[in-house]
């Protein structure tokens, strides 16, 4: 019997699995050990997955999440061994390595995160050798639904879309000029909301203009981080909604940039099941 936890800031899916099979998952709070402490971690783990799991005891634990990087890895172990005395083994990894194992599985190849935000790593089969920094989206984070929503605001306010697809944007959401820039400058999370309109953007990406922009988002990817590995003869695989959702423009622009896409996966529970 393993659990499998797949952790970010606003919430952990937690998979019971025995002999690779599943047996139910179980979703709590989010856990970051950069963003909380330890009291506020344990106090989730206590009140939230242990009544879930109804008594079970893991024989292996295997941790994935955002904050856990090398330093912040041993304080969330240190944490889940208070919390499950009895399993053997607990093992502590970050959200960029659960992403490799699971599209890569134990082979080596590139691996990408793309959801509000991107990353993208050279996993030799085991562990990461190389990574090129995102820089978060003001900065980076190309491919991701943060940028992708930068990119279709601003061509929406400097009349750079066609007016079926403003006056569209006008009735099915609303926003006019004052309330974006609010969102954007004035308001806390301005990546999530950038981020939120790539549901207007799938509902209208037989729009030619639109389905160019995903696949040049796409594209900046490749050119600005995975070509700093050197590797083209590696299959690429990705993780999250931006992969998943627009994977046939995905698997455009890998192609034009000269990658072979591999697996694409909304998220990597499954393919760390197999891993593990």
């Not at 820089?135 to 929406?156: H, P, Q, R, T």
Request: with cysteine.
């Amino acid at each position: 019997m393993i659990l499998i936890a797949d952790s970010g800031s606003t919430k952990t899916d937690w998979l019971v699995a025995e002999n690779r099979s599943k047996v139910t998952l179980i979703t709590t709070m989010g856990l970051n050990p950069i963003h909380q402490d330890e009291a506020q971690v344990h106090s989730i783990l206590s009140d939230e997955l242990l009544p879930q799991l109804e008594g079970i005891i893991p024989d292996a634990i295997y941790f994935y999440g955002s904050g856990c990087n090398e330093y912040m890895s041993p304080t969330m172990c240190s944490i889940l061994k208070r919390a499950f005395p009895r399993c053997p083994k607990v093992e502590v990894f970050s959200d960029m390595l659960a992403a490799a194992r699971a599209v890569c599985g134990k082979q080596e190849g590139i691996a990408c995160i793309m959801g509000t935000g991107a990353n993208s790593c050279l996993y030799d089969g085991e562990r990461i050798v190389a990574n090129t920094p995102p820089l978060g989206y003001i900065l980076g984070d190309e491919g991701s639904g943060a940028v992708l929503g930068k990119m279709f605001i601003n061509a929406l306010l400097k009349g750079l879309l066609p007016e079926n697809i403003r006056m569209d944007w006008q009735k099915e959401c609303g926003f006019d000029y004052q309330y974006l820039i609010n969102k954007v400058y004035r308001e806390p999370l301005a990546n999530r909301f950038l981020a939120s309109t790539s549901l207007f953007i799938g509902r209208h990406i037989d729009c030619a203009p639109l389905r160019e922009m995903v696949v040049e988002n796409f594209r900046q990817h490749f050119r600005r981080n995975v070509n700093q590995y050197g590797r083209r003869d590696l299959t690429v695989g990705a993780v999250g909604s931006m992969a998943y959702y627009y994977r046939e423009q995905l698997a455009e622009a890998a192609a034009a940039e000269g990658y072979n896409l591999g697996k694409v996966m909304r998220g990597p529970l499954d393919g760390l099941l197999q891993y593990h």
